[in-house]
C-alpha cells in the first residue's frame, strides 16, 4: 500500500478533497459522475455550511481563487460550478502531492510584451492592473450568479407563501359560510 505524507499536500487542497468525498454533503458539493472533477450543487449551502466549517470565509469567490491558484479550471457552462484539475481525482488522493502552485514566470510574462530585455516599468503596471481588472470580473461574475441563485430562491419562497395564503383564505371563506 502507497504511504502518503499528508505534510506534503498543501492543507487547501486536502481540506478540499475531504470535502468533495464526503457523502453525507453530496447534495451540495460532489465528485462528477467521471470522477475527474467535482461539482458544487448548492453555492448557498456551500458558502453558509461548508466553506466556514472548513475554511476562515465563507466567500465563493476567495475559494475560486484558490482552486485557480492551484491550476484548476472550471468546466461546462458558467451556471454549473464544476472544476477540474488533471491530478485532482476521485480515488487517487496520492496525485495530491503533484499539484503546485501556479506562479507565472517572468519568462511568460516577458514574451507576452516582446521583451527580450526584461518589462518596461509602464508594462508591468498595465500587465497588473489588467490582471486586477480580471480578477475583478471573475468576483463579480461569481457575485451574480450567487445573486441569481438566491433571487430564485426568494422567488421559489414567495410563490409557496402566496399558495399557503389562498388556502388560508379558501379555509376562511368555507368557515364563514358554513
Known amino acids: 500500500m502507497l504511504h502518503l505524507d499528508s505534510s506534503q499536500i498543501p492543507a487547501f487542497l486536502n481540506k478540499t478533497y475531504d ?9 451540495i ?3 462528477s459522475d467521471s470522477g475527474l472533477s467535482f461539482v458544487i450543487h448548492d453555492t448557498t449551502l456551500f458558502c453558509t455550511q461548508i466553506l466556514p466549517a472548513h475554511f476562515k470565509h465563507s466567500n465563493l469567490a476567495s475559494f475560486v481563487r484558490q482552486l485557480n491558484i ?3 479550471q472550471k468546466v461546462g457552462n458558467k451556471n454549473l460550478w464544476e472544476f477540474r484539475h488533471d491530478k485532482f481525482r476521485r480515488n487517487e488522493r496520492h496525485l495530491l502531492t503533484q499539484i503546485k502552485r501556479k506562479t507565472p514566470s ?6 507576452m510584451w516582446g521583451g527580450d530585455d526584461g518589462m518596461s516599468h509602464r508594462s508591468e503596471a498595465i500587465l497588473t492592473e489588467l490582471l486586477q481588472l480580471k480578477q475583478r ?4 461574475e461569481m457575485n451574480l450568479v450567487q445573486v441569481m441563485n438566491t433571487n430564485d430562491s426568494l422567488w421559489n419562497d414567495l410563490v409557496a407563501c402566496k399558495q399557503q395564503q389562498r388556502e388560508v383564505q379558501d379555509n376562511l371563506q368555507k368557515i364563514l359560510y358554513f
Open 137 to 140: 470580473q471573475e468576483l463579480l
Open 29 to 31: 458539493i460532489s465528485w
Open 70 to 72: 492551484y491550476g484548476f
Open 19 to 27: 470535502i468533495v468525498e464526503e457523502p453525507s454533503i453530496n447534495h
Open 106 to 111: 517572468r519568462k511568460h510574462m516577458e514574451g
